[in-house]
């Protein structure tokens, strides 16, 4: 995957998370959800038990509907 208007934020596996935006400002904001976001998966984890990932077919039919391919 790469960067693009469209996937504006990266994650390097065990590394980190690269994000870009129109403004140093923008981009910050992007890591500060995906650092939020990550943070309330942990939180809803330790809170509900093990989740379970989703099958392939249906990952790809979700991003199907939301235009992610």
């Known amino acids: 995957m ?3 208007p469209r996937s ?3 994650i390097v596996e065990n590394e980190g ?3 870009t935006g129109a403004t140093i400002l923008q ?3 992007r890591l500060e959800i995906a650092e939020y976001s990550a943070q309330s998966l942990i939180d809803v984890c330790c809170k ?3 989740w379970t ?3 392939e077919p249906r990952l790809r039919e979700l991003e ?3 235009n992610l391919e």
């Open 2 to 4: 790469t960067l693009s």
């Open 8 to 10: 504006p934020a990266l």
């Open 17 to 19: 998370l690269l994000t």
């Open 27 to 29: 981009a910050f904001d």
């Open 48 to 50: 509900v038990g093990a």
């Open 53 to 55: 990932p989703l099958e």
């Open 64 to 66: 199907a509907a939301f």
